[in-house]
């Protein structure tokens, strides 16, 4: 389309639309600040401990995410029709019951022949409550468990419903639990990250798992290391050492100008709070690290001595987990994954999870024992969770497909009911059948635990109030299952 504006009037309508543009620039900025500020959030001390409105059950959170979808029928979820139906097909009543529901396609890929678990099973603790044998370690601490035997996610694939567990949407681009809670709350201790991820190769989906989204950049995620310097070029070298704090402050300075000159800029005062955080850390951060100074009991019991070396792996970073809740940190997400498969068993399900419960079993029994024995369980909510669970229906050559519409996971600790269990799947272990619980439930239910009314942490975003818990209401703390 040709322009008839004269080539000078062009140049001054140009000009005072760039204007326009950097006012609203500006004032998208501004607002974002005064956001932040809105919930008592120092842009310069955004780790600052805040006091929640609600009377805290829990102060810190440690969330073992299982990558892949383990299958619920092979762990915690014993099923004795299963067993007996066997190389049947999937009793009728229950197909049609399913195949009316939103998770109809939950048979897709699927065999219509069940498969029973290749694991024996056994009732544990006063409760009573059915563990496999791929978990003798945890099922010593089963009385300590709350079981929710009816999770349900929105997608059968796996990054979206792993990307619905980490930040309540199927959609990327949205902030993670962690970010959400340290921008809540802040953290006890101002030497260390308010949020922590341990991994080796992270969740399917990537960053966006783990991310701050829309929330201000300084809530997004440290990666700690559990061998060697947990964080890298965390130290100057030497030569600079002498002069490192005087270098900083000068930097800060400079930063601080400039801040001055644009308010409302939300990256710098991010970037000189991670300046400052980064400086503390030195000491703090190799000192987390430094499991070794635990007794060699202690790291015998987290596995820290066995021959697999996966299975140490683990252990380091479920003793790392306790060692930062125990220095006051938030958040720890730690991933079990180390390689591109996780438990996602589409054939040869025994081959799949038979090591990958051996590389996490006894770690995260030794972290349940090592926090109740130091005090530290009462205050800590550790999360036992993945993205979905798996069919009773076999898949391929004796393995497992993708299940969104019914699967388990537990808590301990952190108020809520030890030794309990919440809803149940149907009769072959296929979908939600008692109290189905979605993911925004359980968000809601972990902020509660903290203290933090789920419907008034939020985040303007384009004219609308974001929460982790979903902009439609309707989420709600799970009840039953609080101590």
Known sequence: MQCLLPIGSRRRFLQRMGAGFGSVAYTALAQRAARAAAVGVDPLRPFAPRRPPLAPRAKSVIFLFMVGGPSQVDTFDYKPLLQKLSGQRVPESIRKAVEATRHANVFHGCKDELMGSPYAWKQHGQSGMWVSELYPSVARHIDELCFI???????????????????????????????????????????????????????????????????????????????????LDLL??????????????????????????????????????????????????????????????????????QGDPRTRSFGRKCLMARRLVERG???????????????????????????????????????????????????????????????????????????????????????????????????????????????????????????????????EVNARQERLTGVAGGARPIQEILA
């Open 236 to 305: 100057p070298p030497e030569s600079l050492a002498a002069n490192q704090r005087a270098t900083i402050d000068f930097v800060r300075d400079l930063n601080l100008a400039h801040r001055d000159q644009r308010p409302g800029y939300t990256e710098l005062d991010a970037r000189i709070a991670s300046y400052e955080l980064a400086y503390r850390m030195q000491s703090a951060a190799l000192e987390v690290g430094e499991v070794e100074q635990e007794s060699a009991g202690l790291k015998r019991g987290y596995g820290l001595e």
């Open 149 to 231: 035997h009816s999770m349900q996610a929105d997608s059968n694939n796996h990054a979206p419903a792993s990307y619905q567990m980490h930040t309540g949407d199927i959609r990327p681009g949205k902030a993670s639990l962690g970010s959400w809670v340290t921008y809540g709350l802040g953290t006890e201790n101002q030497d260390l990250p308010g949020y922590v991820m341990l991994f080796d190769a992270g969740p399917l989906g990537g960053a966006a798992n783990y991310s701050n989204g829309f929330l201000p950049a300084a809530f997004q995620p440290t990666r700690l290391r559990d061998r060697g310097t947990p964080v």
């Open 329 to 459: 940190v938030r958040f720890v997400q730690v991933y079990d994954m180390p390689d591109k498969d996780g438990w996602d068993a589409h054939a040869k399900l025994a081959d799949n999870h038979g090591p990958r419960a051996r590389w996490t079993d006894q770690p995260i029994a030794a972290l349940l024992g090592d926090l109740q024995q130091r005090g530290l369980l009462e205050s800590t909510l550790v999360v036992w969770a993945s993205e979905f669970g798996r069919t009773p229906m076999m898949q391929g050559e004796l393995g497992r497909q993708h299940n969104a519409a019914g699967f388990t996971v537990w808590l301990a600790g952190g108020g809520v009911r030890p030794g309990f269990r919440l809803g149940a799947t149907d009769e072959i272990g296929l979908t939600a059948a008692d109290r189905p619980v979605p993911f925004r439930d359980l968000h809601a239910t972990l902020l509660h635990l903290l203290g933090i009314d789920h419907e008034a942490l939020s985040f």
